[in-house]
């Protein structure tokens, strides 16, 4: 399996961004999605996820973004996407998308070690 994330780039404090990732090699419909992020001398972040099909959908948000950013999925596309609005400057990492085969739940969800697979990054930088 494979995904590749795209989407991101330079916008201003209070903008909004929309990153996507497509994967392949996967049975889509049922693996769970999500999103991490790195910024420079910090660990790597659990941002969102998404379930599959086959466990209702149910998405996680860490604290810091919950209210301001959006997972959601498009399986006839075999894509998942992050809306981020009200960015900040705090946002500023590198974007990973990660999927796997196994249901996340609210006390694992944003543990790197459950995702089995992840794309390279992509750059998303808030301005102040």
């Known amino acids: 399996g494979q995904v590749t994330e795209s989407g991101g780039g330079v916008v201003q404090t209070g903008g909004s961004l929309r990153l996507s990732c497509t994967a392949s090699?996967?049975?889509?419909?049922?693996?769970?999605m999500g999103w991490f992020r790195q910024a420079p001398g910090k660990a790597r972040e659990g941002v969102a996820c998404i379930n599959g099909k086959a466990h209702g959908g149910s998405y996680f948000y860490a604290d810091t973004v919950e209210g301001r950013f959006t997972i959601s999925r498009d399986n006839a596309k075999n894509t998942v996407y992050l809306q981020m609005n009200s960015l900040e400057p705090a946002d500023t990492a590198m974007y990973y998308c990660?999927?796997?085969?196994?249901?996340?739940?609210?006390?694992?969800?944003?543990?790197?070690?459950?995702?089995?697979?992840w794309g390279q990054g992509t750059q998303v930088t808030v301005s102040s």
């Open positions: 090699g996967v049975d889509f419909d049922d693996v769970a």
């Open positions: 990660v999927a796997d085969s196994f249901i996340k739940y609210s006390g694992s969800w944003n543990s790197p070690d459950q995702y089995t697979y």
